[in-house]
Every structure is written in structure tokens, then in C-alpha cells.
């Protein structure tokens, strides 16, 4: 089937999943984003990766199966607080987790990185493959988490929050529940208890009577719900986000393991600093939002502490340093090895893979990813022309 018909199926699965939990409105924002460029496509788009991958590169098929994060992408990493204290730095998102080959985690990742500029070059697949991979193999030899608190000075710099962005998060949170409230009732998503309950769990003890809204984030989970718990707790805000969970569109295509949910299990991985606040119950994922829970986004400046200079360069330019993919492959390899000791299997099938394995399949599928884009824009405009939104 074509992305037209892909993307049919797939809101179709989501309203027989959510039912009237659904919110339509999430779905046309989402086709809007999935219009707007390769990179948003791709990162909106993890059923029709599903789909796809295994055609687009067979010989992968084979590769040790992992429980592997799936949706991965530049901007699938940021920041947290672990049990003790300790600043962390990873994946931040698992909501597609399932087992599969582990190489796919690698191509999917290498792929973002291709289709991050507006304008991509085919030639950067060679340099983001070997930084990808030369982090990958150290990972498989040496499996931990990245804790920043007292090494990682450069990447720790990097994530730093510069104080016109913590005013920013504050400010952008405000504007979201203002414009929540001014909706008429008819207009709002429908809170149901199952969300409130989750949120209300999450709170700490002691804090007071909480605000919610609804919240429209993210790319892949745009038509799932996902509300905002805001209450005070000795003397400043506290936040808690929940959204809906689904099995894994990799489950639902490939998977032999029935409906189960591994995201919990994923970022709880045996060589990994989980974050404490992250929980998974009765189909809802909860976790805190701070200003320090923090992921660097493609398309927007970092901090002027970066170690480039004192201009602000997007976050792309960032993303795509050698030293920040070599600490993605690293942190490839700690979550494949969470869930059982694959790495000699890793190792052995690296060593047969032909040199320039990860280049190649991660130009084919940005190449496919940039065609499909392209047609998908363009049915999207037809009907921009025709009247209402499809």
C-alpha cells in the first residue's frame, strides 16, 4: 500500500484502540506536521517505518532481535533526574518499544540525522554512519548510562538551561492552559477519569488542588490523549504530563508477543539511570515535566554555553556533531543490552555486515522517506485547495 492508504489504516487502528478517547483534532494537526517536512514525516510516521523497514533492507532481517526503542530520531534524547539526584542523559521516549533486529534502531537513527536539514546531502550518510556505529561498539564493550554530573563536561554544557529558556518553558505552559480555558466546553477534549486518576497518583503527597489541560505535543502520539497536572508542593509548581500508551505498530505488524507494552521495561533497562517519575499503569504513560527535563530540538537554538563559540546554532548543528552521535550509538547499545546479553551476537553480526551497511540502508530510507514525504505534501495541498482538511 501507498502513505495515503498506510496513514488511512493507521487513524483507522487508533480509533478502534481509543474509541472516543480520540482526539480528532491532534490527527489534523498531526497531517499538517507530516506535511511540513521530511524529518517531521519521519518522526510522525513510525507505523509506516513498521511497514516498510524490512522491504527496504532484507538483509537485515536477521540481525539479533533486541528490545529495541523503534521510534528513534535525533530528537527522541534529552535530560532527566534519576533516583539519586544524578543529572541523565538518553532516550527520553519509548512509546514504540518491541523487539526486533537491533540494526533498525541504527538505521532509523542514521536516517533522522540525514533528513534533519531542510536541504539534506546525501553525502553526510558515510561521517553520521561511522560516529553512530564507532559509539555503538564502545557501548556494546562498555554498557552504562551517561550521568553528567561529574563527566560528560562537554555534553553536560550542552544541556545546560540557560535561564531565557526555563522563563520560556514557564511562559509556554501558561499560554497553553490560558488558551485551554478560553475554549468553549463543546470545543475541549474530553478528560476522562483513567487520565485525571493517573495524574492525581502521581502527584506528591501534600500537594494542592491540581489544574489540568489537555496538551498537544509530540509528533508520532498527535490524536492520543495527553493532559497537564499543574499543583502546588512547598512553595513552587509541580508538573505531571499522562498520555495514552499502544501496543507497538512494530507488535501489531511483526510481533508474536500479543499486546504487550514494553516502554516501561525499555527505560528501566538493566544499564540505564530510569527516570523515577516515569510510570506506566492501565494504558496511561505519566511522567514530570520541568525545565530540566530537556531534549534539544532540530529547529531551535541552544544555549550560547555550547562549545562551538558564543553564537547560538540550531539544534541540528548540534545533533549532528561527532561527539553528540557517538554518545547517541553508545546509548543505542545500553538500552539493546537492557533487556538481555546480546552484545557478542551484536558483535558477530556487525563483523559479517560489508563495510558501508549502515550508509546504505540509511540513504535508502531517507530516500524513501523524502519520496513519500513529497506525496503525501502534495495530497495535502490538493485538498488545502479543495476546501476542508482530509
Known sequence: MDILVS??????????????????????????E????????????????????????????????????????????????DAEGRLVWGVNDYDEA???????????????????????????????????????????????PTLLDRDHRWLRHTVMVPDEHRDAFWQKLKKKRKHFGRRPDDER??????????????LPQGAGRPRFWYRSAGLGSLGRPRWVAQAKWRGDWVLREAKAVLPSAWVRLHGRHGRAVRCLELASGRHRAPDPWYRVNDGVAVRRLSPNNRKIETDRPIS??????????????VLLGERMLRAMGREMAAIHLGAGDHAAAIRADLAKRPAGWLREAALRAAQATAAEHRQFAAHMARHAEAGPSP
Open 7 to 32: 496513514n488511512d489504516a493507521y487513524e483507522a487502528f487508533l480509533r478502534a484502540e481509543l474509541g472516543h478517547e480520540l482526539v480528532e483534532e491532534g490527527l489534523a494537526e498531526k497531517r499538517l
Open 189 to 202: 477534549p474530553v478528560f476522562f477519569p483513567r487520565y485525571e486518576a493517573a495524574l492525581r497518583a502521581a
Open 304 to 317: 550560547p554555553g555550547w562549545e562551538h563559540g558564543p553564537e547560538e546554532p540550531l539544534g541540528r548543528e
Open 98 to 144: 518491541a523487539e526486533m533486529p537491533y540494526a533498525l534502531d541504527l538505521v532509523r537513527l542514521a536516517t533522522s540525522g540525514l533528513l534533519a536539514s531542510p536541504d539534506p546531502d546525501w553525502r553526510e550518510a558515510g561521517p553520521i554512519a561511522e560516529r553512530l556505529l564507532d559509539g555503538y561498539a564502545k557501548g556494546l564493550r562498555k554498557p552504562g
Open 34 to 81: 507530516m506535511a511540513g517536512d521530511a524529518f517531521g514525516f519521519l518522526r510522525a510516521t513510525y507505523f509506516r517505518w513498521a511497514e516498510t523497514a524490512l522491504e527496504l533492507f532484507p538483509e537485515l532481517a536477521g540481525a539479533p532481535t533486541v528490545l529495541a526503542v523503534g521510534d528513534i530520531h535525533l530528537e527522541n534524547f534529552g535530560t532527566w533526574r
